[in-house]
């Protein structure tokens, strides 16, 4: 008789157990067609994003990440997404006819997401970007899945624009690289005041300060040395995607602030053109007194800059004069 009491209660223990279990797993709306988050056992090593025809992959070799197998990518970057894929989570789920006005009438395009550890794939979705919510998206597992909006908890920022085929995002958000060695010639044009520009020359470390006419005398050049030495790390904070063509040649159009032209030994020029930046945040059409837009002549796209990052090279003339 014992024995069968047992054998009964290690039964009903072992039945409650799995009932837990069931019930600590269970999803409401159903686990496969509703987990978006990775579960690495010892990290992200790879990332694959698709649009239409367009495909870019994330990997990492070593210790560094690369971009399509090339350039190094942004830190910052491959920090963040590697955070939003292993923490993403349901926000709320989707109504048919929701995603039938905000995704199919207007013909949005997933992206398709694929992550991997080593050869092991831990998660594929698919990321809808819209408008119609601050995170930026609607998700789904597979394409007949139940859409939902993701987000990662405790923040309400739009994670649909990490999911991107767009390299320029992935790369170092940098404009100027250079040592002071590398560097044969800077011309800086205040455009605003031309009687502040200047331009420098490197003839073999022995620089050139000039006012654009003339050779100039009197300057200290260990000024003129620790200016171009600014040019170790110059960054810029973001780029201005969302920025259609109409509002860019508005801004091009637009008398620039500043322009400064660097030519390296090697012969390379880089040129970057500073505008005044609005404010968009509260639409009064006032001047933001703390970024500027800036433009390389290599790229197409805008970028938001700094003054704290671009002011050690927006130097008037008389910078290198004795007080």
Do not use: C
Not at 56 to 81: A, F, M
Not at 100 to 123: A, G, M, N, S
Not at 169 to 193: C, H, K, M, R
Request: glycine share 6%; proline share 4%.
């Amino acid at each position: 008789m014992n024995k069968i009491i047992i054998r009964l209660v290690i039964l009903a223990f072992a039945s409650a157990l799995i009932i837990l279990i069931l019930f600590k797993s269970r999803s409401p709306f159903g686990k496969n067609n509703s987990s978006f988050a990775s579960e690495p056992q010892s990290g992200i090593t790879r990332i694959e994003f698709t649009e239409g025809d367009k495909q870019l992959t994330l990997e990492k070799k070593d210790e560094k990440w690369l971009i399509n197998g090339k350039g190094e990518t942004r830190k910052s970057g491959i920090l963040y997404i590697s955070r939003v894929l292993q923490e993403i989570k349901i926000k709320s789920p989707v109504s048919g006819e929701l995603f039938e006005k905000e995704i199919t009438e207007k013909k949005i395009v997933p992206v398709r997401v694929k992550v991997f550890e080593k050869r092991k794939l831990l998660k594929s979705f698919l990321v809808y970007k819209t408008g119609s919510n601050v995170y930026g998206n609607f998700m789904k597992i597979r394409g007949s899945s139940k859409p939902f909006i993701v987000s990662v908890p405790g923040s309400e920022i739009n994670i649909g624009s990490v999911f991107t085929v767009n390299e320029l995002f992935w790369q170092p958000y940098t404009v100027f690289n250079l040592l002071p060695s590398e560097i044969a010639s800077v011309v800086f044009e205040n455009l605003s005041d031309t009687a502040s520009s200047f331009s420098i020359v490197n003839n073999n470390r022995h620089y050139v300060l000039s006012d654009g006419t003339r050779n100039l005398t009197g300057y200290d050049s260990t000024l003129v040395v620790r200016y171009l030495s600014y040019f170790t790390w110059i960054p810029f904070e973001s780029w201005v995607f969302e920025t259609g063509e109409k509002e860019k040649k508005i801004v091009e159009r637009q008398e620039p602030l500043y322009r400064i032209t660097v030519t390296t030994v090697n012969g390379i020029t880089e040129v970057l053109t500073l505008w005044e930046r609005m404010n968009s945040e509260n639409n009064t059409g006032s001047k933001d007194t703390d970024r500027l837009l800036g433009k390389t002549q290599n790229r197409d796209e805008l970028f938001v800059m700094r003054y704290f990052d671009i002011d050690p090279l927006l130097k008037k003339r008389s910078y290198f004069f004795p007080k």
